[in-house]
């Protein structure tokens, strides 16, 4: 085992070092457990895991081989930074606090090490092929759809990583979201649409249904549905169409709620359970964060920064249960509670604002093209997924976001000129 990990990480370092577009693809196929076959998480030094931390710190060490390696774009020298702090402001927290010790906080830091990614990209943006990104990420969304959709029907044929007997869980369908923006920006770039590309987009679509992540899901599709019809030829704002979209799909729901039986009443029963906190999801999801809320409390402007679960703190905090979710402080279904627990109301707030200050650059019609708008959407999705999933404390969000990110701040930076500048390789 130790000469395969040596093996790994001389291959990665290889990589980053030389060809900096295939250690991106290979950085993005690792944090997928290479489609479900390796698990670099199962990498271990004694009882701690150093599979992911040590590409991250690959990514990191081999900034500096590349020469005037701080001469990064411009506009995303803010968002470097605010990682920086948010990683030195995490670790440092705790331990001036005596909450933790340094070796414990480093630990409990691990998944904002993914950043790596993105200070890698704006590094060595300029010799890394954006095609390439795009593709991969779209034949994984593809791979991870197709999936899905035999798991149906033959489950014993799962990636033996994804297998949770009779669930199926990839590594991220977040990277089927962001494939289908990047199909998406495709058809809207072409005078013709291909059948090819309606087939891999609704293939798309039913993977990210079969993640039942129904967040991700409700709001990818409703971003695409901006995507497609909210904005012309142009890419102006259509209000006249928004409108007649919003009434068209009020009488299909209605024509729904009508001719399928029983789906009224199953509506009508999960509402009131949300309202009246009778939803099973819901308000188990409320006994366990009943603790973290209690926390933030204390401490609701600065935070904890990040606490390891075997820390001074965690022993002083009373848990009303056994369930692993209880375990830590760290939560990855309540994407807002996680933030207020390391950086409280104020960290999270100024984090917010500098990430959605870049994120919605391709709003902004100075910066607007069809790339630049769908990866704006991609991202602002988040704001709502977070609620229910915790996109910006975790790889599932943070490195699908940072290529998203590294796509706006490419494109936006070259002269765009109306040609098709995502396409297929020949």
């Known amino acids: 085992m130790i000469v395969f990990i040596l093996g790994f990480y001389g291959y990665a370092l290889f990589l980053a070092a030389t060809r900096p577009n295939q250690f991106v693809l290979f950085y993005i196929l690792a944090s997928t457990k290479f489609l479900g076959f390796l698990d670099p998480a199962l990498f271990l030094f004694g ?4 599979g992911y931390f040590g590409i991250n710190l ?3 060490f081999t900034l500096f081989f590349k020469r005037k390696w701080y001469e990064v774009p411009q506009k ?3 968002m470097l930074f605010l990682a920086v702090i948010t990683l030195l402001y995490g670790i440092l927290k705790p331990i001036l606090s005596t909450h933790s010790t340094a070796f414990q906080a480093l630990l409990a830091s691990k ?16 010799e890394i092929k954006s095609t390439k990104i795009v593709n991969t990420v779209i034949y994984i969304g593809i791979y991870f759809s197709i999936l ?11 990636p033996p990583v994804y297998n949770q007997g009779a669930h199926l869980r990839t590594f991220f369908p977040t990277y089927i979201s962001l494939g289908l923006f990047f199909q998406a920006v495709k058809i809207k770039q072409s005078e013709t649409v291909q059948v090819s590309s309606i087939i891999i987009i609704l293939l798309l679509a039913l993977g990210l249904i079969l993640a039942t992540h129904f967040s991700l899901t409700l709001m990818t599709f409703f971003a695409c549905l901006l995507y497609f019809f909210a904005f012309d030829k142009n890419l102006d704002f259509k209000k006249e169409t928004i409108t007649k979209l919003v009434i068209t799909s ?6 729904v709620l009508f001719f399928v039986n029983g789906l009224y009443q199953s509506l009508v029963d999960t509402i009131n359970g949300i309202i009246y906190s009778e939803d099973l999801a819901l308000s188990t999801r409320d006994i366990y964060n009943k603790f973290r809320w209690d926390a933030i409390e204390k401490s609701k402007y600065i935070g904890y920064g990040f606490i390891h679960q075997s820390s001074a703190l965690m022993n002083q905090v009373k848990l009303s249960g056994t369930s692993a979710f209880m375990e830590r402080f760290t939560v990855i279904d309540s994407g807002y509670v996680d933030l207020l627990i390391k950086y409280g109301y104020v960290g999270t707030t100024v984090s917010l604002l500098v990430l959605y200050r870049f994120y919605f650059l391709g709003f902004v019609k100075k910066y607007r093209n069809a790339v630049t708008l769908a990866m704006s959407l991609y991202m602002s999705q988040y704001l709502f997924i977070n609620y229910t999933w915790s996109v910006f404390s975790f790889a599932h969000g ?3 976001s940072s290529i998203a990110f590294y796509i706006i701040i490419v494109y936006k930076d070259e002269v765009f000129n109306d040609e098709i500048i995502i396409e297929d390789e020949n």
């Open 47 to 50: 009882r701690f895991e150093i």
């Open 58 to 60: 690959i990514a990191i």
């Open 76 to 78: 995303s020298q803010i």
């Open 111 to 126: 998944d904002i090490w993914f950043f790596a990614i993105l200070f890698y990209l704006m590094v060595y943006f300029d």
């Open 148 to 158: 899905y959709c035999v798991h149906l029907v033959l489950p014993q044929i799962t």
């Open 250 to 255: 009020l009488v299909g729901f209605s024509l």
């Open 398 to 400: 943070i490195i699908p």
